[in-house]
Nanobody, 128 residues
């Protein structure tokens, strides 16, 4: 079965850090651009960050720029989202998603309708 699986979520205090991981089973990620999305309670899902299949290009939502870092290790078939200086407003279910896209392109990564595969999501709660 082809699927993405997120891990690393949980409860953290404001100002703390978490690292989310997105792994794949049944397929390899090295020809996919990967995006992280989040959905807070009562809000629409939003794109947080994307990375091209080669890892050469990354982009971030303004709300997380300078605090979050996306990276990938294609040898481990895993994409990461390092989240620092977390704020209560970062509380959400975080999803990783993939769109087939080789090279340094995004192919619509970051926009829901272009993403082809989705993980189940993982909860991140920022609270004291």
């Amino acid at each position: 079965q082809l699927q993405l699986v997120e891990s690393g979520g949980g409860l953290v205090q404001p100002g703390g850090s978490l690292r989310l991981s997105c792994g794949a089973s049944g397929f390899t990620l090295d020809t996919y651009a990967i995006g992280w999305f989040r959905q807070a309670p009562g809000k629409e899902r939003e794109g947080v960050s994307c990375i091209s299949s080669s890892g050469g290009n990354t982009k971030y939502a303004d709300s997380v720029k300078g605090r979050f870092t996306i990276s990938r290790d294609n040898a481990k078939n895993t994409v990461y989202l390092q989240m620092n200086s977390l704020k209560p407003e970062d509380t959400a279910v975080y999803y990783c998603a993939a769109v087939w896209c080789s090279g340094d392109y995004y192919c619509g990564c970051g926009t829901d309708r272009y993403m082809e595969r989705w993980g189940q999501g993982i909860l991140v709660t920022v609270s004291s």
